[in-house]
């Protein structure tokens, strides 16, 4: 490991489209006094060629094994699909590699608590891209729960809209890998899966569920050529539950974008007041999101604004900054020791809730 700057190698960049490109890139630059990209391994070395040179960095390795085998990288980023997740990540923990690695860590539960296990067997450190519990909004009102503003929580409520799961996809490719139950990439996993990991940052874990998945649109429109996909997998998400603290949860997830823009509206209900949180839509890992309060006899709710403290430095576009903070955290903890990005222990718990809710999830009873 260099004595200044980790070397980052990026599993899965195409300029202008990935994730990696969107957000790893941007993020590892506003970082540059800690990270330095090292290259980048695609599906083929012609991809990491182009890759490498629209973006400009100083290397395209032939494929995931080379990448992991250089001696120069410290910490190998996975940002491909989840199917290849567990393959990939086990080829940079078994190589020495620490792993930042998107959300969902595994396809399933099984495989999320293997490539933890194996991280943990190897001493390397594992962060997972759960980037909304790092979210300024989500520390700040996390300080604010902690510090009473509303007094004792007594219950929160979170509805939202899933984006991508409305009927409409943009392309076929992608809609076809969104749209299956079977890819790890669903309404589910992914806008609830982040939303979730930040509300249990503020309010701590579940401790009891029941849940309903339901898919209400079997079949999914391509955009400017009106095919038909199949949809397997849930456009409706409702959960309701127990937090450990003892106040009840309910959150609903609808597929699809809000007419109007508000498409994320997350109540917590105390003693003493209410806050709203509020977002365009229910990604709340990528996503400006607002607080507004209203305590004792007050009857408009005000808004609160976040700190400056809060940002860190960083970014304030959710989409990049965040995933700035966490590789922020990541540094520090490779650093010091200590522990504050989201691990792949924390993932594996996430995993647990999210498979508790396919578990618990209720059936159409057959007239």
């Given at each position: 490991m260099t004595a200044s700057r980790f070397r980052i190698g990026i599993v899965g960049l195409e300029p202008g489209r990935s994730w990696a490109a969107r957000a790893h890139v941007p993020a590892l630059r506003a970082l540059s006094d800690s990270f330095e990209i090292?290259?980048?391994?695609?599906?083929?070395?012609?991809?990491a060629q182009r890759a490498a040179a629209e973006i400009g960095l100083p290397k395209a390795y032939t494929n995931v094994a080379e990448l992991v085998a250089d001696a120069e990288v410290d910490i190998v980023a996975v940002t491909v699909k989840v199917s290849h997740h567990l393959e990939i990540a086990k080829a940079a923990i078994e190589a020495g590699k620490h792993v930042y690695c998107e959300w969902p860590l595994g396809n399933v539960l099984a495989e999320a608590e293997e490539i933890a296990a194996l991280a943990k067997a190897k001493g390397v450190l594992g962060v997972v891209?759960?980037?909304?519990?790092?979210?300024?909004?989500?520390?700040?009102?996390?300080?604010?729960?902690?510090?009473?503003?509303?007094?004792?929580?007594?219950?929160?409520?979170?509805?939202?809209?899933?984006?991508?799961?409305?009927?409409?996809?943009?392309?076929?490719?992608?809609?076809?890998?969104?749209?299956?139950?079977?890819?790890?990439?669903?309404?589910?996993?992914?806008?609830?899966?982040?939303?979730?990991?930040?509300?249990?940052?503020?309010?701590?874990?579940?401790?009891?569920?029941?849940?309903?998945?339901?898919?209400?649109?079997?079949?999914?429109?391509?955009?400017?050529?009106?095919?038909?996909?199949?949809?397997?997998?849930?456009?409706?998400?409702?959960?309701?539950?127990?937090?450990?603290?003892?106040?009840?949860?309910?959150?609903?997830?609808?597929?699809?974008?809000?007419?109007?823009?508000?498409?994320?509206?997350?109540?917590?209900?105390?003693?003493?007041?209410?806050?709203?949180?509020?977002?365009?839509?229910?990604?709340?890992?990528?996503?400006?999101?607002?607080?507004?309060?209203?305590?004792?006899?007050?009857?408009?709710?005000?808004?609160?604004?976040?700190?400056?403290?809060?940002l860190g430095g960083l970014p304030s576009d959710p989409a990049h900054g965040n995933v700035a903070r966490n590789y922020a955290r990541m540094a520090r903890d490779l650093r010091d020791g200590t522990r504050t990005a989201p691990t792949f222990d924390d993932a594996v718990v996430l995993h647990r809730v999210i498979a508790a809710i396919e578990t618990a999830a209720t059936h159409s009873i057959e007239p």
């Open positions: 090292a290259g980048a391994a695609n599906t083929s070395l012609e991809s891209g759960t980037q909304a519990r790092v979210a300024p909004e989500i520390q700040y009102l996390k300080q604010l729960i902690v510090d009473g503003f509303v007094g004792e929580v007594l219950s929160t409520t979170l509805v939202a809209r899933g984006g991508g799961w409305g009927g409409i996809v943009p392309d076929k490719k992608n809609g076809a890998y969104l749209l299956d139950n079977a890819s790890g990439a669903t309404m589910l996993t992914i806008p609830v899966g982040h939303t979730l990991a930040g509300l249990t940052e503020v309010l701590g874990p579940i401790a009891q569920l029941s849940s309903v998945l339901a898919t209400r649109r079997t079949a999914a429109v391509v955009a400017g050529t009106g095919e038909t996909l199949p949809v397997t997998t849930a456009d409706q998400v409702l959960v309701s539950g127990v937090l450990v603290s003892g106040a009840p949860i309910s959150v609903h997830y609808v597929g699809g974008m809000p007419r109007d823009g508000a498409g994320l509206l997350w109540e917590i209900n105390g003693t003493q007041g209410d806050i709203r949180v509020k977002g365009p839509f229910g990604h709340a890992q990528l996503v400006p999101l607002t607080i507004e309060a209203a305590r004792g006899d007050e009857k408009a709710f005000q808004r609160l604004e976040v700190p400056a403290s809060y």
